[in-house]
């Protein structure tokens, strides 16, 4: 038996437009609400959230195991965000079945063809051989893993400083990426714009970003959690749009009722 499909990967090799909710609260009941939701997937955010391997991997079997509310009630796609582009960190995330990935703060082709390689098995790569106790074959079930796993793995890297604006065209070069996804917040900090990603100059530099990654025809991706960014890209035809965060829709919620009642 091979590795399981991933179908994020098969949609956007289609060419088809995704949406999914960015996980930030460490929160398995979270992930499995999201999951439930009707998102094509979910990002499990260990950057900038308080995760860990085992809250990440009790989020990877909540959103496995949830039907989401489309017509054919499949499980959501999962997609893990790790700290830092390391090896031995992103084998760690393959070994309980993380397929799909977003790395931040990719700057060069060098970095970009490193994590290739980190995800993948040799000769393809350097990922370490342990699928026998791994979740990711379940625990050996796929006797075929280790030679179909490397055609299953989805890997974005995160563009979100000038230099690597800079080196967009040599990224998207690289043979084993996926897709480039835009970081508007870092992006605009990196070009003198803190906190304000709707600056006329951050603006014009995803949007020249955007075109860039369509040229090259992999998939393009950005965070855009306000419902106006969200429309605008996905009407330019972006194909990985973060549309809603855990997070933000329960702080926006909460806030809404309770200024309701206190008036």
């Known amino acids: 038996m091979p590795a399981p499909v991933n179908r994020l990967k098969q949609a956007l090799a289609d060419g088809k437009q995704t ?25 499990i955010d260990n950057e900038h959230a308080p995760n860990d391997l085992r809250s990440t991997l009790a989020q990877l079997q909540a959103l496995s195991q949830t039907p989401n509310q489309t017509p054919n009630q499949t499980s959501v796609s999962a997609v893990v965000r790790p700290p830092i582009g390391e090896t031995h960190i992103l084998k760690q995330f393959l070994d309980i079945g993380c397929q799909s990935f977003v790395v931040p703060m990719v700057e060069n082709a060098a970095q970009a063809a490193e994590l290739v390689r980190a995800t993948r098995y040799p000769p393809d790569g350097v990922r370490g051989v342990g699928a026998s106790t791994a979740r990711a074959s379940n625990f050996n079930a796929h006797a075929d893993y280790l030679h179909t796993a490397n055609d299953q793995i989805c890997l974005f890297v995160q563009v979100e400083s000038r230099v690597g604006l800079a080196a967009l065209p040599d990224i998207l070069a690289v043979d084993g990426v996926d897709g480039v996804f835009i970081g508007p917040s870092d992006l605009s900090a990196a ?73």
């Open 19 to 43: 949406i999914g909710c960015w996980l930030v609260l460490g929160d398995s009941y979270a992930a499995e609400i999201a999951a439930s939701a009707g998102f094509d997937w979910c990002v």
């Open 191 to 263: 070009l003198g714009h803190l906190g304000n990603p709707h600056a006329p100059a951050v603006v014009t530099a995803i949007d020249g970003a955007l075109d860039a990654i369509a040229a090259s025809g992999k998939a393009s991706g950005i965070f855009a959690v306000d419902p106006v960014d969200a429309e605008r890209y996905l009407a330019r035809g972006v194909s990985f749009v973060a549309v809603a965060s855990d997070i933000n829709s329960m702080t926006t919620a909460l806030r809404q009722t309770a200024s309701r009642f206190r008036q």
